[in-house]
């Protein structure tokens, strides 16, 4: 019955919470690689080893399947595992699929030619790998013309919250988004692109102002996997038991993790 989740360390755990609630009966295990976060400084080879390093864990646990809740193995190692990595009857999902639907009002396999679409300026905060991968713009390309995207790559943020210092992520939240601001000044939608920053969602609404569409990426990979497991139910994996694994150090990532969500949240050593 079990899906995995992974990400660098704790953001996934928006992504576990928006599919937990869509998905009661499944058990989820959750693997955060704490002790190497942030990805999002690595270079792409590292995401990949460090990828598939969590993802196998998540097959020992019974996972068949599993979902990086994280943009930047999404965006950097995920391409590259589904063509030479990943071995039948198992399947690894990332996060950028159903945002990507949303975004341009179409299914991810509908290969007609691009076409305009409701969105065009888009503002996209998402960590240095992700933006400098550019596989967000590229997806968006190939599907929709005359979008606009403006990408800012917010260094420190995910440092900030994995240290649990929500004084210095709210800040530096604020000045990311200035800085973005100051290149497009009016943008239509804003794409919180990496998972930890749905836990400063308020911070990023509060500085963009009135009036720009927040695309909640948990709510949209939810509902995107509860359509994929009603219509492939074989990639339940045999595993039963919901489980917040860590390669950190367990007392700290549960003390990090229940400062965040607000409410108890125990980890056990991966
Ligand atoms: N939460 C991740 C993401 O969505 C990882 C960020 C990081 O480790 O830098 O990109």
Redesign the pocket.
Known sequence: MAVGIF???L??LTVYDAVAAALPEVPFVYLGDNAH?????RDAGDIFDLTCAGVERLWDEGCDLVIL?????SAAALRRMQESWVPEGKRVLG?FVPLIEALTERQWGDNSPPREVRVKHVALF??P??VASRAFQRELAFRAIGVDVEAQPCGGV?DAIEEGDEILAEALVRSHVEALLRRMLKPEAAIL????YPLMEPIFRAALGPGVEVYSQAALVAASLKDYLARRPGFRGPGSRVRFLTTGEPARVSTKATQFLRRKIAFDAA
Not at 37 to 41: I, L, Q
Not at 69 to 73: E, G, L, Q, V
Not at 193 to 196: I, K, R
């Open positions: 990400d660098s360390g953001g996934g976060a942030p990805y999002g400084v809740a994280c943009n930047t193995a996060v998402a960590t790998a992700t995910v692109g990496c998972t930890h």
